[in-house]
């Protein structure tokens, strides 16, 4: 009797606890939207701001840009005692003596891989893009998938109606181009037309934009054909008249050269920008400036990028002197010697002292002694004269990487911090690139009138025409051009000058051809067995 | 007729102890059933003793008293507290059981045994007490947290952090303090607040340590890394209540300090390295580590009242901290309420039991920031600041670098934080044998910092001339609902003990973070309430759900981005005052469950041999159907050799211990994910330098892509261990050997690209293995009336090793100028977790210029290349801990020693600081670092030339006490008072402040892999003193 009345008790407690709280263990939807795996997105002009978002990260002065611009001859970032040592990625870069585990490589592989997923999730038929949406998601997936296949050959795709388990599928080669092309011609035909000097309205996909795109990657793909099977090829005549067809469908647009050349590199309208994204333009500004050249808004530079005299060089002007008024070409910028008096277009003065904030600090290239606001010689941290020297030498004066001073290097400057020192507004494709790319398709095809071409550009540049264009006038008209705008590398393979020695590559890597592409991040080898190491890594 | 027979006769009396009547104590003639117990007023009266019975007075807790009947009518005893009898007593999961029929390895520290001294939270009351415990303070910081390892660290990217479980409530694992950044960087990393702050100390009545499977797994998946359990103090004694009171006066100073240059040792050295002296000398004399650090005086103060009344008892408590840290403006406050009721009815069959705690922590943070880049964060600062500029916050050192005066006066950090954990249960015994238990808690803390920067800061991106705030809240709430059922047999030669229970327990996260740029106002706490009061202006304005919003000058509406009942993005007007120029806002809000069945099954055989099994079923929400649940058995025996017959009498204990067991670990993994989830992301103004606009919008982002076969971490453990003691255990100890292996170590890892996140959770095929030796021994030396001597000495040896994992992951970042993306550690098959991964140094060339020892046969020794494992890691081998007690009459001394070896520290501070490359930035270094021979252009690498050994001894605590005789007769019952020392000494070789260090300092990439043993200008512990009082009346 008794037994049972316990066994009663313990029954009715365990039942009443499991009756109030046996769970299922499920997670609510209480902050997020919970799926088992991906079903489309829930809200896709959402979706396509976010991406957007992602591509903003093009300002960076690491990663993509750092492999674009510092892999060549035109940056390099000394260590400055103890400043920009960086665990060596910025030395490695320039060197060629870049490992299997670089931050700045592994970075952009995830980053432009993961805007190629964000626009196939767009593109995904359960999302539900409208047609518009679509054609933002294919000019990004392009410029995306782009990006993977330039620098590193390879390009994962992951089929977004497949488990998240399934392994991404890889392209290469002519396949990988085919895609991109896809994809490009789609987003031309879905984008808006944007007539030049709409510039508010060119920070996302334009017809424009994607044939610029569609041209660039043209004009390359005899590159990429052969990029994992030893190099060379030649390019297509069919392509180069295409470059030639899509450059004249920009012109058609409006778009043309700007007279001002440092105005292309403002938040205002011009007739030159296709495509800017909404990046930051700090990093570009503050790298290289010293930490005593600073701004009401900014409190001095980062003092790291710098760029070599050979590049500096082939601009026209004083080797020695890049003093406003000393004869140089406009595209080389200048040093002032003082700010301007406040009131200048474009400017403010938050410091009320009459002149114009940040107007003391040049454009393009400063070289030599700096000015602050009222004239006097800046002094860098020791307080010895602030002078960016030619050469990059240590304590001992012999030519180094390392151990070097606060003022060594040239700076390279192209937005000016008087016109806001973090503007929003990173020119990513501008019309004067697309000329030097008809010119490039001309010449390599023997079609049209290249010199001709070119010198439509030196014209407005303020510089004599040439009398009769070949390859290497057109890689330093590229070079002059469009220096720190992260076309460099792309250029230096495609006129086979990538493998050449320049000051402080290292010793053995020159014509090391295995430095065309960067490795493969390691832990993506062992995700995903499609894809294979680059030759030589 | 009636010689010879004793005669019955009535007695009564009054049992009292040293505080006064004991009610409830019981009264039996031995050998009979005869028996009572004391009234409300400790009053008995026993009918039918007769002469020579033995009267048997007896108290939990008391020793027990015999009495030899003669005859008398009145027999009044006093009870002495049985130390010994409590020692013996351990807390076990769901349970208690003795030290001598503990199966597994448990280890137990009692409240006279404590720390003394300003103890902030409950860990440090048995810091060192315990052999394989290891209990690192991190920080000076008050109310910093502490990382507890017990045996080791096993897991990686999880928590390594024990359970603790406070009056059977498991706690959760993370924090509870909101954290703010002011808007400075994104991931700052100032400490974070100690999850045990809300507990008063003063409360703390036993700490149990479970340190292997067979104690642990009754906690299951929540068992690997150790169990912690807290038992609050309970009303035990004195009728009419018993006043206690105690109060601290404590002084703390920062013991040592770097040896900086002079100003004119400053500009000799500028001019010595080439640099134009008079150019850099602002003119002023300032030893700027006297402008941070201070000396401060703290205080504590508790009020207690208990009182046992026969069939219940209640203990209440006040209590008040205000402890003050050794750096200007880092402070932590605490206002604790607790009340502990137990109560018996229906003939001692029901009992019911309520404990709550309620407190509120105030905590003000200097701006101290780990992943602090080339200009340092207060510290790092006032360690290298030009020492000819003048303490004037107005004046700007150039080259982008802080003016310490300038930085401390312009930034604010104040966490307020209250908690409430209540708990009640309810016991029947339905039969002798059978009980069973319903335990209901609830725990909630809510938490708000408000952080700000004014705009009058120098030389800040984002910050200077703008001004920056952070407003976070974070709310924690945690419910449990558990029952047992207990069955109790005693068998002729055998006892059984058998528990089984349910337990529901779900974790509520929410909150919200918001971050603000441009104020009107450079009052710090005009800048917090300009952000909070638009914060709630915002909210208000915004009717229906909504996962963000934001506004900022550049744009004309309030943006409000929402979730639910569909994802849209909605423009409002802004009609509520703009205290601030832009602002943004992101709520969370999630919830996690956890069910678990357990079992325990206890055999004792003829006292002598003890099994123990247990098992526990482990359901999460944060696994997919397919592992939701987890499976944690265990199994223990014990062997009590010394009550073997062929044992001798040398032995006065001697047991060994053989237990096993998986318990399991999924700390450190978020929410939801498993599964795929789509959120609107981050937005940051933090990203935006200059701070007042924002242009990208920012969408609907997937946060998470699923992954459906995440699993538990599991943790194989063996144990093996002899206790052993002599001469009645005069003399005692014991030893334990053990191996931890944990599988499926739970990382984050790059997916295959293109994936939507570059790191996802996984369980990688990776293990981490302990493997180690625990030893104690105490030994009373003298043990007369007057005199007590003891000792107890406890070490413990560890061995780390990661096993089985293809590949390698970088940790440990090193932050500083030029140290971008540097880093120390390497996660490596093979080597120790935190093991050191860096270039070699060998020494500076003829120019002064660094060399390295040259790894990859190139014939050029780069710090980059020819990075290697140098043996190193972050880990002590050893930890070690020496107790000193004595006493004397009235008076008593207690020392306490802690050493760690085998170990070594990274000095980030040296390498980011201390060289002679910083003179060329007009910064401060120290006497050493200029005579190190070093080139002022020489760059500075990661290598071995910063790895220093941390092997340390410390005087960790160290008192003196004197109970002031007392008649007995006043109002005061008892008075004690006592000094206290705190990290009186440390002997060391570590060239930085304290070896005994680890600086989170950051993120070096999204495996986010923590690391150990960094040093980047740590919170220096201080030395601190401390008077006391207590009273009793």
Not at chain 2, 837 to 849: R, V, W
Request: glycine share 10%; charged share 20%; aromatic share 10%.
């Amino acid at each position: 009797m008794k037994r049972r009345q316990v066994k009663f008790y313990v029954m009715t407690l365990l039942s009443v606890v499991g009756l109030s709280s046996c769970t299922d263990l499920e997670i609510e939807e209480s902050d997020s939207f919970i799926d088992e795996g991906f079903q489309g997105l829930e809200n896709t002009a959402s979706a396509v701001n976010q991406m957007y978002s992602g591509v903003s990260r093009l300002g960076d002065q690491a990663n993509i840009y750092a492999l674009r611009e510092v892999t060549s001859d035109a940056l390099l970032i000394p260590t400055r005692g103890a400043d920009w040592g960086d665990n060596g990625r910025w030395r490695k870069l320039h060197q060629h003596e870049w490992g299997l585990e670089e931050q700045d490589i592994i970075t952009p592989f995830d980053n432009w891989n993961a805007s190629q997923l964000a626009a196939s999730q767009i593109l995904d038929e359960r999302s539900g893009a409208t047609p518009g949406e679509a054609a933002d998601a294919y000019f990004i997936r392009a410029y995306s998938m782009w990006s993977i296949l330039d620098l590193f050959g390879q390009v994962p795709i992951r089929d977004t109606q497949l488990p998240t388990t399934a392994i991404p599928e890889v392209f290469t080669g002519a396949a990988a181009v085919d895609l991109i092309i896809a994809d490009l011609d789609a987003a031309i035909l879905g984008l808006p037309a944007v007539a030049a000097g709409n510039t508010d309205a060119m920070n996302r996909g334009t017809q424009a934009a994607a044939r610029f795109l569609k041209a660039k990657v043209l004009l390359n793909r005899h590159i990429y054909d052969a990029q994992l099977t030893g190099g060379g090829g030649t390019p297509a005549a069919a392509d180069m008249a295409e470059v030639i067809s899509l450059v004249d469908a920009i012109a058609a647009e409006g778009y043309a050269l700007e007279a001002d050349y440092f105005n292309i590199f403002r938040n205002t309208s011009d007739t030159e920008t296709i495509w800017w994204t909404e990046s930051g333009v700090g990093n570009r500004i503050w790298n290289g400036l010293h930490y005593n050249l600073t701004t009401p808004e900014q409190a001095g530079g980062w003092n790291g990028f710098s760029t070599l005299a050979e590049y500096f060089d082939m601009f026209e002007g004083d080797p020695n002197s890049n003093l406003e008024g000393s004869g140089q070409e406009e595209r080389r910028g200048f040093v002032p010697t003082e700010g301007v008096a406040a009131g200048a277009e474009g400017t403010v003065d938050d410091d009320n002292d009459g002149i114009a904030d940040g107007s003391n600090i040049g454009f393009g290239f400063l070289l030599g002694q700096q000015y602050g606001p009222d004239g006097t010689a800046l002094e860098d941290r020791q307080g010895g004269p602030l002078s960016f020297s030619r050469e990059f030498v240590d304590g001992d004066g012999a030519p180094n990487l390392i151990n070097n001073s606060e003022v060594t290097g040239i700076r390279v400057i192209k937005y000016n911090p008087r016109f806001g020192g973090f503007t929003n507004h990173s020119i990513q494709f501008r019309y004067a690139d697309a000329l030097l790319m008809k010119a490039e398709a001309e010449l390599r095809s023997g079609t049209g009138n290249a010199t001709a071409t070119i010198n439509e550009l030196r014209t407005v540049r303020g510089v004599a025409p040439i009398g009769d264009l070949d390859e290497a006038e057109l890689l330093e008209e590229r070079g002059k051009e469009l220096f720190v705008e992260g076309w460099r590398r792309n250029d230096m393979i495609r006129f086979g000058q990538y493998l050449r020695q320049w000051e402080f590559k290292g010793d053995t890597e020159t014509a090391n051809d295995t430095r065309l592409l960067f490795p493969i991040p390691l832990p993506q080898l062992l995700a995903n067995p499609n894809l294979q190491q680059n030759p030589g890594y | 007729m009636c010689f010879g027979v004793a005669k019955a006769q009535t007695v009564s009396g009054t049992v009292s102890d040293s505080n006064g009547p004991l009610p409830g104590a019981s009264v039996v003639i031995k050998g009979t059933s005869n028996g009572t117990q004391t009234d409300f007023d400790g009053n008995y009266t026993l009918n039918n003793v007769t002469d020579g019975s033995v009267m048997v007075f007896s108290y939990i807790g008391y020793a027990t008293q015999e009495v030899s009947y003669t005859g008398q009518t009145t027999l009044d005893v006093t009870l002495q507290e049985d130390a010994q009898a409590l020692d013996e007593v351990v807390i076990i999961g769901y349970g208690q059981t003795t030290v001598k029929d503990a199966t597994g390895s448990v280890a137990s520290v009692t409240s006279e045994d404590f720390n003394g001294g300003v103890i902030a939270s409950p860990e440090q009351l048995i810091q060192g007490k315990t052999a394989g415990v290891n209990i690192a303070q991190n920080s000076g910081e008050p109310g910093a947290g502490i990382s507890v390892n017990i045996r080791g660290a096993n897991s990686v990217r999880a928590n390594n952090n024990p359970l603790f479980v406070v009056d059977g409530v498991p706690l959760f694992g993370q924090n509870t303090d909101a954290t703010g950044t002011s808007g400075r960087d994104n991931d700052a990393t100032s400490a974070t607040g100690n999850p045990l702050n809300f507990l008063n100390p003063n409360d703390i009545e036993s700490i149990s340590i479970l340190k292997d499977a067979s104690a642990t797994a009754i906690y299951g998946s929540r068992g690997a890394n150790g169990v912690v359990i807290i038992t609050t103090k309970t009303g035990k004694a004195g009728s009419g209540g018993v006043f206690e009171f105690s109060s601290n006066l404590s002084i703390s100073s920062h013991n040592r300090q770097f040896e900086l240059l002079k100003p004119n040792q400053f500009l000799d050295a500028i001019t010595a390295s080439g640099g134009n002296a008079a150019n850099v000398d602002f003119g002023g004399g300032t030893d700027w580590q006297e402008v941070i650090f201070r000396t401060t005086t703290s205080t504590t103060q508790n009020l207690a009242y208990s009182q046992n009344y026969g069939s219940g008892n209640i203990r209440a408590t006040l209590g008040y901290q205000k402890q003050f840290g050794v750096i200007e403006k880092s402070d932590f406050e605490r206002i604790s309420g607790r009340v502990n009721w137990n109560q018996r009815f229906l003939d001692d069959k029901l009992k019911l039991g309520i404990q709550g705690t309620l407190s509120r922590t105030n905590r003000s943070q200097p701006p101290l920031q780990g992943n602090a880049g080339f200009a340092g964060d207060i510290l790092g600062a006032a360690y290298s600041a030009n020492p000819t500029i003048p303490n004037n916050p107005n004046i700007d050192p150039g080259g982008g670098l802080l003016n310490p005066r300038n930085y401390l006066d312009g930034a604010q950090n104040i966490t307020n934080t209250n908690r409430a954990l209540i708990n009640a249960s309810l016991e029947y015994e339905f039969t002798p044998e059978l009980s069973a238990k319903v335990n209901l808690g609830y725990d909630k803390s809510d938490s708000e910092n408000v952080s700000v920067l004014s705009s009058n800061i120098i030389n800040i991106d984002g910050v200077s001339n703008v001004g920056a705030g952070t407003f976070n809240t974070l709310e924690r709430e945690n419910q449990l609902l558990e029952a047992t059922v207990n069955y109790r047999k005693e068998f002729e030669n055998s006892n059984l003990d058998v528990l089984v229970g349910y337990a529901y327990q779900d974790f509520r996260n929410f909150g919200f973070n918001s971050a603000a740029r441009g104020f009107n106002t450079t009052d710090l706490n005009g800048m917090g309430g300009a952000l909070t009061s638009t914060v709630n202006a915002a909210q208000n304005a915004i009717s229906g759900s909504f996962q963000q919003f934001y506004y900022a000058p550049n744009r004309d509406d309030l943006t409000v981005n929402r979730l639910f009942p569909n994802a849209e993005t909605t423009n409002q007007d802004i009609n509520f005052a703009r205290g601030v120029q832009a602002l943004v806002f992101d709520n969370f809000d999630n919830t996690d469950e956890l069910q678990s069945f357990f079992g325990r099954i206890n055999y004792t055989l003829s006292n002598k041999y003890i099994f123990t099994a247990t098992m526990r079923a482990d359901g999460s929400s944060r696994f997919g159907p397919e592992n939701q649940y987890g499976y944690f058995p265990s199994g223990a025996f014990a062997w009590q050799i010394g009550e073997e017959d062929f044992i001798g009498d040398g032995f006065s204990t001697l047991k060994l211990r053989l237990s096993g067991g998986i318990t399991g670990n999924q700390d450190g993994l978020g929410f939801g994910q498993f599964v795929a989830r789509q959120r609107y992301s981050q937005i940051n103004l933090g990203t935006i330098q200059n701070g007042v606009t924002i242009d990208n919008e920012n969408g609907l982002a997937i946060i998470a892509t699923d992954q459906p076969d995440l699993r538990w971490e599991e943790t194989t453990d063996f144990n093996i261990g002899i206790d052993f003691g002599f001469n009645n255990d005069r003399l005692s100890g014991s030893i334990d050997f053990y191996r931890r292996d944990t599988q499926d170590i739970l990382l984050q890892t790059p997916p295959a690209a293109p994936s939507t996140n570059p790191f996802q959770f996984g369980n990688v095929d990776a293990s981490v293995i302990n493997q180690g030796v625990e030893f104690a021994l105490n030994y009373d030396f003298i043990q007369s009336e007057d005199t007590t001597f003891g000792a107890s000495f406890n070490i413990a040896y560890n061995e780390n090793e990661i096993n089985d994992f293809a590949g390698s992951i970088n940790l440990g970042p090193v932050n500083g100028p030029g140290l971008t993306g540097a880093f120390a550690q390497r996660f490596e098959a093979g080597v120790p977790l935190f093991s050191y991964y860096m270039a070699i140094f060998d020494g500076f060339d003829g120019d002064g210029n660094p060399t390295y020892v040259d790894i990859d046969g190139n014939g050029v020794g780069d710090p980059d290349a020819d990075k290697t494992f140098v043996d190193e890691d972050g880990l002590p081998d050893i930890t070690t801990g020496l107790n000193l007690n004595f006493s004397h009459k009235n008076w008593d001394v207690n020392v306490f020693l802690a050493g760690q070896f085998g170990f070594s520290v990274y000095n980030n501070t040296a390498n980011a600081l201390f060289n002679a490359g910083q003179l060329n930035t007009s910064r401060n270094i120290t006497v050493d670092a200029l005579n190190a021979g070093e080139n002022p252009s020489a760059s500075t690498a990661v290598s071995t030339r910063f790895l220093e050994s941390g092997d340390f001894v410390r005087l960790q605590n160290a008192s003196i006490g004197y109970n002031v005789p007392l008649s007995g007769d006043g109002t005061l019952k008892s008075l004690r008072l006592s000094v206290t020392g705190q990290n009186l000494f440390l002997i060391t070789d570590y060239s930085g402040i304290d070896p005994e260090v680890t600086v989170n300092t950051g993120q070096l990439n999204q495996a986010a892999l923590p690391s150990r043993g960094i040093d980047w200008t740590s919170f220096p512990n201080p030395r601190t003193i401390t008077f006391g009082l207590n009273a009793t009346f």
